[in-house]
Structures are given as C-alpha cells and as structure tokens.
Nanobody
Framework: VQLQASGGGLVQAGGSLRLTCATSGLTFSSYVMGWFRQAPGKEREFVAGISWTGGSTNYADSVKGRFTISRDNAKNTVYLQMNSLKPEDTAVYSC?????????????????WGQGTQVTVSS
C-alpha cells in the first residue's frame, strides 16, 4: 500500500494550495481518507476526513469554511483544497487511510499513512 501526498509549497497568507494524495495497493473506495498536519514542536492534528463515497466529511474547527476535502474513487486519489491560508496553517500535511465506515479524527485509528508534504504560509 502506498499513499503519496504532493502539492505543498510556499504561499503568502490569503493564498491557496491544493494537496493531492495518490494511492495504490488498496481498495480505495472502501477506505475513509483523512488529512492530518503536524507543525514543528506540536502534536499531529486532524484536518479533514471523507467517507467512502464522499457523501460525508468532517473538518477541524480551525479549517472549516477554508478547506475542502474531496475524492475521486476512479483515480484512487483524495484532495485537500486549502483557501485563505494563514501562517498558522504552516505544517507538514499527510494523508491517511482507514478501513472503518465512518470518519474518525483519531490518528491512531488510521491504518495506512503517506509521507507528508510541507506547506508554508508566510505573513
């Protein structure tokens, strides 16, 4: 199983980025997908999650209204559209896959993880 996150970079506050997580080796449409982030010196935190079909999503309060998670089961890919970025969004963002049928915010409940992609938001 492989999860590969990409799309990070350096952006000014107020800008946008779109992260992509391409997966292989798993039945993608049977996995809840999540995005997490970890800033230097801080614990990893849940950002957003999406159900198998995309019909249910969950967001951290800190990103609600600014970030949108989506998935394309035909491409085995999950996305995170990040708008109105703030310096406090700076972190390494990672995608994860969970076999449960509902979106969980707990990192330890996710079964597979990809390498992260760095997002840096300058003020």
């Amino acid at each position: 199983v492989q999860l590969q996150a990409s799309g990070g970079g350096l952006v000014q506050a107020g800008g946008s980025l779109r992260l992509t997580c391409a997966t292989s080796g798993l039945t993608f449409s049977s996995y809840v997908m999540g995005w997490f982030r970890q800033a230097p010196g801080k614990e990893r935190e849940f950002v957003a999650g999406i159900s198998w079909t995309g019909g249910s999503t969950n967001y951290a309060d800190s990103v609600k209204g600014r970030f949108t998670i989506s998935r394309d089961n035909a491409k085995n890919t999950v996305y995170l559209q990040m708008n109105s970025l703030k310096p406090e969004d700076t972190a390494v963002y990672s995608c994860a896959a969970d076999r449960r049928s509902f979106v969980t915010t707990r990192a330890y409940e996710y079964h597979y993880w990809g390498q992260g992609t760095q997002v840096t938001v300058s003020s």
